[in-house]
């Protein structure tokens, strides 16, 4: 069975960092690139961030560029987001996205 879960998200005050975390299970995430796409209250998705399958290549959406990093670790198939100087625009339920299949989410507040 194919899984993605996400991990990582909360509240944190503008300027604050996390780091999101996606586990995939039944599939060889390297074979594919992943993306981490957003939600925020009463707007559509928004697409954020992919890396493809071996990490060498990235790909950004302009607002969050030279603050946010996606990176993967393929033997422990984990896809990464580390985001820094945190904005409330940033608020949103985060998902990660590869082989045609979705996580839960997880929710990032960012609020003072």
């Known amino acids: 069975e194919v899984q993605l879960v996400e991990s990582g998200g909360g509240m944190v005050q503008p300027g604050g960092s996390l780091r999101l975390s ?3 299970s039944g599939f060889t995430a390297s074979s ?3 993306t981490w796409v957003r939600q925020a209250p009463g707007k559509g998705p928004e697409w954020v961030s992919s890396i493809n399958g071996h990490g060498e290549k990235t790909w950004y959406l ?3 560029k030279g603050r946010f ?3 993967r670790d393929n033997a422990k198939n984990t896809v990464y987001l580390q985001m820094n100087s ?3 625009e940033d608020t949103a339920a985060y998902y990660c996205n590869g082989a045609q299949h979705w996580g839960q989410g997880t929710q ?3 609020s003072s």
């Open 32 to 34: 594919y690139h992943m």
């Open 22 to 24: 996606c586990v995939a």
């Open 86 to 88: 945190l904005k409330p």
């Open 62 to 64: 302009d607002s969050v």
């Open 108 to 110: 990032v507040t960012v």
């Open 69 to 71: 990093t996606i990176s």
